[in-house]
């Protein structure tokens, strides 16, 4: 089956809306997930049916709210009702926030979390009924190499999230592959322009104790940002990861890799990762789990 049926979460800008392009471009029927499609996003949703018009491609939205169950739950049934079928759920959606980690509340990281970990599983929950019945599947987490990698500081909730959501794919991988369904994790490194990460980055609520911290750490976001910028080589961009998460799609079923780094700035994730997934599986092989390590073929 060379064409598939996708699903992208957070699809109305950066990785997420590159990376709809680029799916829909090698001839897939793509789900752009946006949220408030009739209100704020409505720009975004025309931006895609442009697009899909002027390419001669099947780039769709849906709406697609990753804080709410209710959302999730009736954007992928339109899906299934529309297309048939899904065979790829990419987890694009997420959040940051930047400032010392004291200075948030703890609601505040819960948000973070909510949006960074929780959306993929409300998304999971609604999808993977689907690709379980029917034997195949593939989901794509697109994860950050700060799990691994270097970690500056004032970044900690967003780091933190992604850490929370690698874990929860690492381990969804294993209980799905008796299911057929294969688990990819791309990860990218710091871009700091293509995307919205960091020009729509919140900032913590308890502005009092940010300025304590600002005494001693003044100019650290300016900082860290233009640092992160630097060790991009010339040429970076945005559009290499989701060029990537087009060609692992694009793989025959069974063949993809587990994890796939795109990082030109070399933060060392990459290698910390080999050395992980590596430990993983061979424990999975000494306990008698080494079939988890890939998908059974089904169908």
């Known amino acids: 089956m060379s064409s598939k049926v ?25 789900y752009a997930g946006i949220r408030e499609t009739a209100g704020r996003n409505a720009g975004r949703v025309a931006e895609a049916k442009e ?22 739950d009736a954007g992928v049934a339109e899906i299934i009702e529309e297309a048939g079928r899904l065979d ?39 999808a993977l009924p689907h690709l379980r019945k029917q034997g195949h599947g593939l989901l794509l987490w697109v994860g950050s190499t700060s799990t691994r990698g270097g970690t500056p500081p004032y970044l900690a909730p967003y780091f933190a999230a992604k850490a929370a959501m690698d874990s929860l794919a690492v ?15 791309v990860v990218p490194g710091s871009f700091t322009s293509g995307t919205e990460h960091f020009a729509n980055a919140g900032r913590p609520a308890d502005e009092e104790r940010a300025a304590e ?10 900082s860290v940002a233009q640092r992160l910028a630097e060790q991009a080589p010339e040429g970076a961009d945005a559009t290499q990861v989701s060029d990537e998460i087009a060609r692992i799609v694009a793989l025959p079923d069974g063949t ?18 080999a050395v992980a997934d590596r430990i993983r599986a061979e424990f999975l092989a000494r306990i008698g789990l080494g079939d988890l390590l890939h998908p059974t073929v089904t169908k």
């Open 51 to 72: 697009y899909a018009e002027e390419h001669g491609v099947d780039l769709r939205t849906v709406e697609l709210d990753v804080s709410s169950q209710d959302s999730v």
């Open 256 to 273: 993809r890799p587990f994890r796939s780094h795109v990082d030109p700035a070399d933060d060392g994730a990459e290698v910390v990762s």
């Open 171 to 185: 381990s969804y991988a294993a209980e799905l592959a008796r299911f057929g369904i294969e688990t990819t994790i």
């Open 6 to 30: 996708i699903v992208i979460s957070g699809a109305g800008s950066g990785f997420g809306a590159l990376s709809a392009r680029a799916l829909a471009a090698g001839g897939n029927t793509v």
């Open 88 to 126: 790829v759920v990419i987890h694009n959606a997420g959040h940051m926030v930047n400032g010392p980690t004291e200075a948030f509340t703890p609601e505040e990281i819960s948000r973070v979390y909510d949006t960074n970990v929780l959306s993929t599983q409300r998304l999971n929950r609604a």
């Open 213 to 222: 911290y600002d005494a001693l750490y003044g100019g650290m976001l300016e």
